[in-house]
């Protein structure tokens, strides 16, 4: 089975820093899926960021991007220039591939706050 | 367009009473996904629906039971709640880049 690691519970990040968000994943197959979502104290859960792990070029969106390291399984979030509305938790997900309905296997999450 | 829509959004039960929570889509998405969220333990599957008229456990199916009534609409049903099924109750849609409803905070005494 698919394991999923976020060894910060929290961070913290003063605003206009950049922070790193590190996230662990364990899995037998060669293919799959890589996702951050960020969950506001609204509740909902808001997608960051996606990475195929066929593609060998790390995804980046505006002030978001990731350093995926597919060989040790590490696939990390970095924001960059932290805005006040950063703050959240973060969570690293993982999908297989393959399978019309596969799951999202969740990491238990880290806490982000932004200080100014 | 809604998106995924979940009622309600609040509940409290006592030990013991039933209730389905309600989750919509209007995306014309084929899967449908049952999550908990726990405090320190992200989110898990309790069910999942690939398509209309199918439906599987995920990793914490106990004590629940689904039914996806036609393309747009997934329930969750608590026959008899307990304590142990206080959490927040998330619905989603779509396999690929899965989109989540806004949650019901659920609370059994």
């Known amino acids: 089975a698919q394991t999923v690691t976020q060894s910060q519970p929290e961070m913290s990040v003063q605003e206009a820093e950049t922070v790193t968000l590190s996230c662990t994943y364990d899995t037998s197959e060669s293919d799959y899926y890589l996702f951050w979502y960020k969950q506001p104290p609204s509740r909902q859960m808001i997608l960051v960021i996606r990475?195929?792990?066929?593609?060998?070029q790390n995804a980046t969106e505006n002030r978001f991007s990731v350093n995926f390291q597919k060989a040790a399984k590490s696939f990390s979030l970095k924001i960059s220039d932290s805005q006040l509305g950063d703050a959240a938790m973060y969570f690293c997900a993982y999908r297989r591939l393959t399978g019309t309905a596969s799951k999202l296997t969740f990491g238990t999450g880290t806490r982000l706050q932004v200080t100014l | 367009n809604a998106g995924v829509t979940q009622t309600p959004k609040f509940q409290v039960l006592k030990t013991g009473q039933s209730m389905t929570l309600q989750c919509a889509q209007d995306m014309n998405h084929n899967s449908m996904y049952w999550y908990r969220q726990d405090p320190g333990m992200g989110l898990r599957l309790i069910y999942y629906s690939a398509s209309e008229g199918t439906t599987d456990k995920g990793e914490v199916p106990n004590g629940y039971n689904v039914s996806r009534l036609n393309k747009r609409e997934f329930s969750l049903r608590l026959e008899s709640a307990a304590p142990s099924q206080t959490s927040v109750y998330f619905c989603?849609?779509?396999?690929?880049?899965?989109?989540f409803g806004p949650g019901t905070r659920l609370t059994v005494l």
């Open positions: 989603a849609s779509r396999a690929y880049e899965q989109f």
């Open positions: 990475q195929e792990a066929y593609k060998q």
